[in-house]
């Protein structure tokens, strides 16, 4: 067989899948067939249906109709252990790695090769080795998953679907958990592998790794398959249309800042974090009435024990932050609060919302005490609810449901109930700690405008995100910070990879 | 030498204390390294004594005894995985519940069957486990040190002791060298990774349960025809909970765990030794302080002497597939 025919023929196709959960219509009768020796990309929105026809494809689920056809053959998929023998392996958002295992244990794990351990160690040893030379995947096969950066955690995934002898290799959002260079590294991976016949689906909603990467592109919106481009005949602003439905500002458009008088004022600090390692050291700066600034830098290197001691929930060890020109003594975020500072922190799971809440519940955390909710120890839950339904209405939270657990909506929408929540409050400062971390770009758009429109009533932003393009689509001024020091200051319009090199602490 | 003796006779006697409590930490580890947390290994322990006892009185048979004990043990470990992994139940409720289920279950039956208040009736010398004499014991004895030592700790013991001590290596060998093992100690910390593999989680986790059914039987069969001749209400006494306690405290490795029940087994025989006994400058102290022992130890260690004791990632939650 010539590379030429092989590229042509269709490794899987999926004909008229359709799956529904209750009323909620996952996949619409969905068609799609994947070149062998390719990278094709699913791309949608969260809730698009990416997920469901994966999990369809790797045995999670079984859909209600439609055929899976692999080489050509229909096959049925009952379960994980099927869709393995058939030749598919997943590579999932959330490694299903066991953290105190080797990654000798992790890659044998289902495939041991016997009752005994012994008799199949030699032979996973081996074909680790030989994994590593074919595809340039180098993992210590004796080291401790938890002790391994998260690059590497993801390498083994795809040595396990490998090792499993995968010629179909599934990745649900690979990169968002990697730092730009480990995505990179990932793309040189998937590249060999595709160069050595190996199919590769890629499912994000990152349009740069679309463009950077895959050969096709499929897009999925509310559960249809609405187009198929190649990937050199496309480009970002009609894949984003095709995902949304309609035209998205990549780029949000912005005055000129009118910067005022400092509102936020920090002098030396240092920050230890739960280690004692100082992760903040000696860091200085002023953020004024109407601009923006933003703080560049590879997630770790001190930016959120920052803003933590901004927002009054981590104590410095030492240094001074003043607010309006104030002084102030106590980490305490009440007090702050008071003060007008609001804070979007970074990870809304862990301490933006209580997921079992109620959004009306969540749409008052920390403001619970405001007379407005209530007298005393009770609370006036219809003035909560229905400043609630306004904030939804006003930031089209989908499903427009006050009463729904938090957990049910969207990543997306649950960061648009904390933004409703910290800006609705009129703050006079606000820490924007990754506002669109796992947000779909229709929403991106939106929290973008409303971060640009607190900027220009005069309010002063402190941003922090991963992301060096929404850093430079933001900011007003840019701050790098790296291994807890800020590095230095550029403009916005500073080019990338000055930006890069400054957060790899090259250059200043 | 008087020292010497004594030191002797607490060691027998704390061996003895602490073989049921090795038994049932075994049992549990099995349990909990797949991911389900037993609280209810007492229950078993209790039940299955009763078991035990009964079908020992009825076939003068320790070995029927043995088995009968052991089934008990492994369907009340059956309910607990059918609540808690079928049904997704708390596990923490179900172990509670299959306690009282225990507790109440076996006063019932035997009183309706033995009329003893709750005793079952004595059980005949054929029907117990007695201790087994090893060779040259008796001409080891006057052999200093050494002597006494094989003749009244090591040698003298029924044979559910030495089959105690032989579980820890075979358990390590069945976790740490088997592929069952491997899958069992991976589910109880993602079962994600050993469902993606292919690998039935639940079944696996009944598996688990089944190990732990059997353990928990040679347990309960200890307590009420080895170490004594009749079932005797709640003659558990809460000693399930303080090989839960070692188990926690030998951070879920089968090795630590033994010495933990030996320790525990040794603070048990002691406290018997200190009833009644005065001690210089103090006087007699109430023998319940040596009692409480183990469990102010398991405090304390637990409060950071130590370190951090990491349970198994996944335990206490049922499986579900994410969407």
Redesign the interface.
């Known amino acids: 067989m010539n590379l030429q025919s092989s590229a042509n023929e269709p490794a899987i196709e999926l004909v008229g899948i359709d799956k529904k959960?209750g009323a909620v219509h996952a996949n619409k009768n969905i068609n799609l067939s994947v070149g062998k020796g390719s990278i094709h990309g699913i791309i949608g929105e969260n809730g698009a249906g990416k997920?469901?026809l994966m999990?369809i494809l790797?045995g999670?689920y079984h859909a209600d109709e439609g055929e899976i056809r692999i080489q050509g053959r229909p096959v049925s998929i009952r379960?994980?252990?099927a869709?393995?023998a058939a030749g598919i392996g997943?590579v999932?958002q959330?490694f299903?790695?066991?953290?105190?295992?080797t990654v000798l244990?992790?890659v044998?794990?289902?495939?041991?090769g016997?009752?005994?351990?012994?008799k199949g160690v030699a032979g996973a040893r081996k074909e680790l080795k030989r994994l590593e030379t074919d595809y340039g995947l180098e993992v210590d096969p004796d080291a401790l998953i938890e002790e391994l950066p998260v690059g590497r955690q993801q390498r083994v995934e795809i040595l396990?679907a490998l090792y499993r002898g995968a010629d179909i290799l599934i990745l649900d959002e690979p990169t968002g958990v990697l730092t730009p260079a480990e995505a990179d590294h990932l793309f040189r991976i998937l590249q060999v592998l595709r160069d050595q016949g190996k199919t590769i689906i890629l499912i994000t909603h990152k349009l740069r790794e679309i463009m950077a990467i895959t050969d096709t592109v499929s897009v999925m919106r509310r559960g249809e398959m609405v187009a198929t481009r190649k990937t050199a005949e496309t480009t970002v602003a009609e894949l984003a249309e095709l995902m949304v439905g309609r035209r998205v500002l990549l780029r949000v458009e912005k005055q000129e800042a009118k910067p005022g008088p400092v509102l936020l004022s920090v002098k030396n600090l240092i920050v230890k974090d739960g280690r004692g390692v100082t992760m903040v050291d000696d860091v200085s700066f002023d953020v004024r009435a109407g601009e923006i600034v933003g703080i560049a830098g590879v997630a770790g290197n001190g930016q959120s024990e920052l803003l933590e001691a901004l927002a009054g929930i981590r104590k410095p060890v030492s240094g001074e932050i003043f607010i309006d020109g104030k002084p102030v003594e106590a980490a305490d975020p009440a007090l702050l609060r008071q003060l007008g500072l609001a804070h979007i922190p970074e990870d809304r799971h862990h301490m933006g919302l209580v997921l079992k809440f109620e959004e009306y519940e969540n749409s008052i955390l920390g403001y619970h005490h405001d007379p407005r909710y209530g007298r005393g120890a009770m609370l006036d839950l219809d003035a909560i609810r229905r400043q609630a339904e306004e904030q939804i209405a006003k930031y089209d939270i989908r499903p427009p449901n006050a009463q729904l657990k938090t957990a049910n909506f969207s990543g997306g929408n649950q960061q648009k109930i904390v933004v409703a929540r910290e800006i609705e409050r009129d703050p006079k400062m606000l820490l924007i700690g990754q506002p669109t971390r796992g947000v779909d770009i229709g929403a991106i758009e939106f929290i973008h405008r409303r971060i640009i429109e607190m900027r220009d009533t005069g309010k002063a932003v402190l941003l922090v995100s991963v992301e060096l393009d929404e850093i430079r689509s933001l900011s007003d001024r840019i701050l790098v910070m790296f291994a807890g020091k800020i590095v230095g200051e550029k403009p916005s319009d500073a080019d990338e990879q000055t930006l890069g090199l400054m957060m790899a602490g090259i250059a200043a | 030498m008087e020292y010497f003796d004594t030191f002797v006779s607490i060691l027998g006697s704390a061996i003895r204390l602490s073989i049921p409590l090795l038994f049932t930490a075994l049992a549990g580890l099995f349990s909990e390294r797949a991911g389900i947390f037993d609280i209810g290994l007492e229950g078993k322990m209790l039940a299955s004594a009763f078991a035990a006892a009964c079908a020992a009185y009825w076939t003068g048979n320790a070995w029927a005894g043995l088995g009968a004990g052991i089934m008990v043990a492994i369907i009340f470990s059956l309910l607990h995985g059918f609540a808690s992994i079928t049904n997704r139940g708390n596990q923490i409720v179900s172990g509670v519940a299959l306690n009282f289920i225990a507790a109440g279950l076996t006063i019932v039956l035997g009183t309706a069957w033995f009329n003893q208040g709750g005793r079952t009736g004595q059980v005949p010398p054929e029907g117990r486990f007695s201790g087994i004499v090893l060779p040259g014991a008796e001409m080891m004895r006057d052999v200093p040190i050494i002597g006494p030592l094989y003749a009244n700790v090591i040698s003298g013991n029924n044979i559910l002791t030495y089959i105690a001590f032989l579980m820890v290596p075979l358990s390590w060998w069945v976790l740490y060298r088997t592929r069952f093992g491997l899958r069992l100690r991976a589910v109880g910390e993602n079962p994600g990774a050993v469902d993606t593999a292919g690998v039935s989680v639940v079944w696996l986790r009944y598996r688990a349960l089944i190990v732990t059914g059997f353990l928990a039987g040679f347990a309960g069969t200890y307590l009420s025809i080895a170490q004594s001749a009749a079932f005797i209400n709640n003659m558990s006494a809460g000693k399930g909970y303080i090989a839960l306690a070692a188990l926690i405290f030998a951070k879920w490795k089968p090795v630590p765990v033994m010495f933990a029940c030996l320790l525990f087994g040794f603070l048990d025989a002691f406290a018997n030794f200190m009833q009644g006994k005065s001690l210089p400058m103090i006087g007699e102290v109430p023998v319940q302080i040596f009692q409480a022992l183990p469990y102010i130890l398991t405090c304390i260690l637990l409060a950071g002497f130590i370190g951090v004791a990491r349970p198994p990632k996944a335990g206490g939650v049922a499986y579900t597939k994410e969407r």
Do not use: P, R
């Open positions: 959960f997920s469901t999990s790797y999670f379960d994980s252990q869709a393995i997943m999932h959330h299903m790695l066991v953290e105190n295992f244990e992790n044998m794990l289902g495939a041991e016997g009752q005994l351990l012994a396990k």
